[in-house]
């Protein structure tokens, strides 16, 4: 067992409890209390003492919507013309590199970033791969980098009609052969979804075929929704429907997908998401860079729509979507005193509850009988901390990196900016390598 005590320790559970010189008690994968440091230690003086000195201590952040095979890209010079829309960066940059990428590649271009998350404290990630010559054996790759440094994932891969019927197919049984292993070993640490990568680059046969393989298995779809304009005016030119409005009618939305961005919807479509319960996954700073537009973040809330946080890929520190995400509300909508309370609740709030909708077991919460996912939070408050004012620090004065400890299903993965049992010069030199060939092969 671990104590963790001396802390700060704000459980995020349904009473946003805040308790000073609190402790956290883990006995295996789970939190078996939470309490007063000097109550915690006379109950449990065998456990082992680590002495928080007065940090934070909070759940690990979630990441709702991540891509690791886009790690490769970063410092990679293209010489294709400057991006004019968005389907011109998907052309020359992402479907450029997605294709060079082998197992190995693929294994590595997550090792990178998921050293990051566990420097930033984020300890579950929901993943959207795509390797279209390396299909086969690609998520199992993922789990496999996952499970070599300790964090929490849910993966699928990204099927679509661009590389021809082959790969697309290949895309399904990868899917498909995932999802059961998962199912099958009914681990917490590892699960699995469907990935599809977008309406425009699904036609209906193909998104027939998905169903028909995904719903038996319940394992919901994760899908990128009207996150350029382009993908709403292919589905009106061929179906005569906008994106949400045929995944509604199609059957792909329901209380197991994710439908990503979600930034081209009318008021009609956004009531389409409510009704079917599906998640929405706003990812700011992504969507910024694109120059995609702006999702409709405070309509969703206002229609109770579940909202979480991601990243796609664009940074591994969830503390900078957060601050993104609300002053991009405030920027657009030149209202300054709007998304201060709807952000906070998709990080803190929602993104726990669409992780959850997968799991056995409950992340996001220190509570008695959760998974022990816990940080440790260098961070010294300037004014009054408390669980009213927390979020406002968070905003303002924490970044990832002010984590000191991260603890995932009771594994200590870094302890006081110590990586445990990662050699990652010998992983980030090898990652460099294969960039490098990567590279010359665009």
């Known amino acids: ?54 940090r934070l201590v909070m759940p690990g952040f979630i990441n709702t919507h991540m891509h690791y095979y886009s790690t490769f890209a970063r410092g990679m010079f293209l010489d294709s013309p400057p991006a004019t829309k968005f389907s011109m960066i998907l052309e020359n940059l992402w479907w450029r590199l997605d294709k060079q990428l082998t197992l190995e590649d693929v294994y590595y271009s997550a090792i990178g970033p998921m050293i990051d998350q566990v420097r930033n404290g984020v300890t579950t990630i929901i993943d959207h791969h795509a390797s279209p010559y390396a299909v086969k054996g690609s998520l199992f790759k993922l789990a496999e980098a996952s499970k070599d440094i300790g964090l929490r994932s849910n993966l699928c891969y990204e099927i679509s009609d661009r590389d021809g019927t082959k790969i697309k197919d290949e895309g399904i049984a990868e899917n498909v052969d995932f999802v059961k292993y998962c199912q099958k070993e009914k681990d917490d640490m590892i699960k699995g979804m469907f990935g599809m990568h977008a309406s425009m680059t699904i036609s209906d046969k193909t998104l027939d075929e998905v169903l028909s393989a995904s719903k038996p298995l319940n394992a919901g779809l994760h899908v990128h929704s009207a996150e350029g304009i382009e993908d709403v005016e292919d589905s009106l030119a061929k179906y005569d429907m906008r994106v949400i409005e045929r995944w509604y009618k199609k059957g792909v ?45 405070l309509k969703f809330m206002e229609k109770d729509i579940l909202l979480g946080l991601g990243t796609d890929g664009y940074t591994t520190d969830m503390t900078e979507s957060y601050k993104v995400a609300g002053i991009l509300q405030r920027n657009t909508e030149a209202k300054p005193f709007v998304a201060w309370g709807e952000v906070p609740q ?60 991260t603890i995932v299903n009771g594994k200590v993965l870094m302890d ?9 010069d010998a992983l980030i030199a090898r990652s460099r390598e294969l960039a490098a060939d990567v590279w010359k092969r665009i």
Do not use: W
């Not at 993104?351 to 509570?367: C, E, F, P, Q, S």
């Open 1 to 54: 067992m671990i104590l963790i005590g001396n802390g700060k320790v704000f459980t995020r559970d349904e009473n946003n409890q805040f308790i000073d010189n609190g402790a956290v008690l883990i006995d295996g994968k789970l939190i078996k209390a939470i309490g007063k440091t000097e109550d915690l230690k006379k109950q449990y003086p065998e456990a082992e003492f680590k002495d928080a000195k007065g």
């Open 253 to 297: 939305l329901d209380e197991k997908s994710i439908a990503v961005h979600c930034i081209h919807v009318n008021d009609e479509e956004i009531d389409m998401l409510k009704d079917s319960g599906t998640a929405v996954v706003h990812n700011p700073e992504s969507n910024m860079g694109n120059a995609v537009g702006v999702s409709p973040i």
């Open 346 to 405: 998709m990080l803190f709030g929602n993104n726990k509850i669409i992780t959850n909708r997968y799991l056995d077991g409950h992340v996001g919460t220190l509570k008695e009988g959760a998974y022990a996912d816990v940080i440790v939070v260098d961070y010294k408050a300037p004014t009054p901390l408390n669980a009213d004012t927390i979020d406002a620090h968070i905003l303002f004065g924490v970044t990832g990196r002010h984590v000191d400890t």
């Open 416 to 424: 006081e900016r110590k990586l445990i049992n990662i050699d990652e």
